[in-house]
């Protein structure tokens, strides 16, 4: 139907093909924003058969490379978790890493970055440029604390 200023007016047909539309944008933007809230960004820690840590010293960039003993797991974990996704990730100094071995024998490799002590922990998993995916959580002062302790637990075994 054309109007006097001879616009045509949108038929009921177009109107659904637009309203559809629109819903399936916010729809699909919705489970985007969603799932990257889901996203769990470590394995979980019943799953681990074995951590191994690595850390690199401050002063001398000496790399330690040592097993985290089993009753240290879950601190470390607690010093990065909850977590949520960093889009905009900076260059952060690397810290360390973790290689997580699974009962089912696959690995997950973490590494660790150092950020100043009143500021989340970071992290990235997996480390494959093209698809590395970084992560805020936790606290940096006590990764380093629970990382030091384990450090300090392996040597004494």
């Given at each position: 139907m054309v109007?006097?200023?001879g616009t045509v007016l949108p038929t009921r047909r177009r109107r659904w093909w637009i309203f559809g539309l629109a819903t399936a944008l916010c729809v699909g933007a919705a489970v985007w924003f969603?799932?990257?809230?889901?996203?769990?960004?470590?394995?979980q820690i019943e799953s681990i058969e074995s951590m191994e840590a690595w850390l690199l010293e401050e002063?001398?960039?000496?790399?330690?490379?040592?097993?985290?003993?089993?009753?240290h797991w879950r601190k470390i974990y607690t010093t990065l978790l909850p977590a949520r996704r960093d889009h905009h990730a900076l260059k952060w100094a690397v810290l360390g890493g973790l290689e997580l071995t699974l009962w089912d024998g696959s690995k997950t490799v973490v590494a660790l970055y150092g950020l100043p002590a009143d500021s989340d922990g970071a992290f990235s998993t997996p480390p494959v440029n093209a698809q590395r995916r970084y992560f805020r959580g936790g606290n940096?002062?006590?990764?380093?604390?629970a990382l030091r302790a384990a450090y300090e637990a392996a040597q004494d075994r």
């Open positions: 109007t006097e200023f969603v799932s990257d809230l889901w996203q769990r960004p470590l394995p002063n001398s960039g000496s790399k330690f490379q040592f097993r985290v003993p089993q009753e940096s002062a006590d990764l380093r604390a």
